[in-house]
């Protein structure tokens, strides 16, 4: 199981922060973007982080309305995959080739609620799908068990699709996304509400 750090700051000094503390211990982090509309939160603008380069690989999650309008900054500062939603808005075809032209990868994201047939339209052209495990919008929202019905089911139909799952995900929890089919974990409130988030980071990558 990947274990991959999610951070979600509203500040541009926090996410630093965050960021160093953990780039020497994994090969990716991901960042969440929230635009105040698809999520409540306004997260920090690509603009606000100058010369950000990271020592590992970064990805982003983007919880927006409209993803194509945040799409090239992020690239341009570096990150190696954009994921968006399905339930965004605009010509989402189009958006996954803007993102291949400015060589990302591409994950699709699904909110609980969203019915999986919504993803089918998308899976030959991405490289990932993403379940939410929580209500998007805010780290440390509690876990919907409801979701791992969904996984499972979308696995059987689709084993050689590479699943993600975010939110809420701790070592209660992680043998049974495993156990569903998930092959990375997005872990956001579990890491930096815990004393060391470094330490947690490897307990959970021996579970």
Partial sequence: MVITPAILE?????????????????????????DGQFIPTVTVLPRALGEFRPLTAFEVHLMVKRPDRFVADWAHLGATKIIFHVEAEGD??????????????????????????????FLDLVDEVMFLTIQPGAQGNPFLPEVVEEIVAFHKTMPGMQI????????????????????????????????????????????
């Avoid at 509203?10 to 929230?34: C, F, M, N, Y």
């Avoid at 291949?100 to 993803?119: K, P, Q």
């Fill in 92 to 121: 989402l075809e189009h958006f996954i080739a803007q993102c291949r032209e400015l060589d990302c990868d591409v994950g699709i994201a699904i909110s609980s609620g969203t019915s999986n047939d919504a993803l089918q339209p």
């Fill in 164 to 207: 993600a799952v975010d939110g809420g995900v701790n070592a209660g929890n992680l043998p049974i996304l495993r156990a569903a089919g998930v092959q990375r974990v997005c872990v956001g409130a579990t890491l930096w509400q815990s004393a060391d988030p470094v330490a947690t980071l490897a307990s959970l990558a021996t579970l």
């Fill in 10 to 34: 509203t500040q541009a000094a926090e996410l630093k922060r965050k960021v160093g503390l953990i780039e020497s211990s994994v090969d990716l982090v991901q960042i969440d973007v929230g």
